[in-house]
């Protein structure tokens, strides 16, 4: 019995920050809303670009941590934080404060998953049997392809991206190389539609947020999905040929 009642609070501490993290993205959904907007980016934009100017340094910190903050708790708005990146440093160094805070948002997540749910999620699937067992050897014969594919496509939920490879037993160096680079060009995108914002708010426009769908943009993206997905086609078709 002593042994059963430790094991319980460990348990509750282990998904603790998981818990935290769930508490405050319901919270934050229904709260935060009007506040990380484009109309709040437009209304404030000169006095963000003023305060820029009198402490770029600062500035730079303090908008890597709030984009952190929003990733780590996924909290509506990190689109509008990536065109802020965008508006305030241009695309570069934009691009690099957006990825950054990105990456660090979402390891977070990850591990607070991880240790929470995933170590002995991961356990009980390697010791399944059956459909459960061939998806988790599926993920683990070509883990580098499956999250470069999860970062790449733009239809996978950030979210969800962050939390399976938690799940599946992902290692944290392999989670946060696959992460910065496999996000990088749509943050570019991003970013890049941000650094014109000054334009779109003189001509009292909105901001294109669908241009990554656009064919100029998608199909090099979609390049890079074949590229992610080739060892995994070539994997098949040795099986199939042995």
């Known amino acids: 019995m002593p042994d059963a009642q430790s094991r319980s609070p460990n348990k509750f501490l282990k998904r603790l920050p998981l818990i935290a993290i769930l508490l405050v993205a319901i919270i934050g959904a229904f709260t935060l809303r009007d506040y990380l907007s484009f109309e709040a980016l437009r209304d404030n934009r000169e006095a963000l670009t003023g305060f820029r100017d009198a402490n770029y340094p600062l500035t730079v910190v303090l908008f890597i941590g709030v984009y952190i903050v929003l990733v780590a708790f996924s909290l509506p ?11 305030l440093f241009s695309t570069f160094p934009g691009a690099l404060f957006n990825v950054v805070g990105a990456t660090t948002g979402a390891t977070l997540i990850f591990l607070a998953a991880k240790w929470g749910l995933g170590e002995r999620l991961a356990a009980k699937m390697e010791a ?20 470069f594919l999860m970062r790449l496509v733009p239809a996978v939920p950030f979210f969800v991206a962050n939390l399976i490879p938690a799940m599946v037993g992902v290692s944290l ?10 996000i990088i060009p749509g943050g570019v995108v991003y970013t890049s539609v941000g650094a014109g914002l000054g334009e779109v708010f003189e001509r009292g426009e909105t901001p294109n947020l669908g241009i990554i769908f656009e064919p100029q943009i998608l199909l090099p993206i979609l390049g ?19």
Request: aromatic share 6%.
């Open 77 to 87: 708005g990190a689109t509008i934080a990536t065109l802020t990146g965008g508006f």
């Open 128 to 147: 399944s049997d059956g459909a459960i067992k061939q998806i988790k050897d599926g993920i683990d014969e070509n883990q580098w392809s499956v999250l």
């Open 173 to 182: 160096s392999r989670f946060i190389i696959t992460t910065f680079l496999g």
């Open 224 to 242: 890079l999905c074949a590229l992610a997905a080739l060892p995994i086609v070539l994997k098949l078709l040795r099986k199939k040929g042995a």
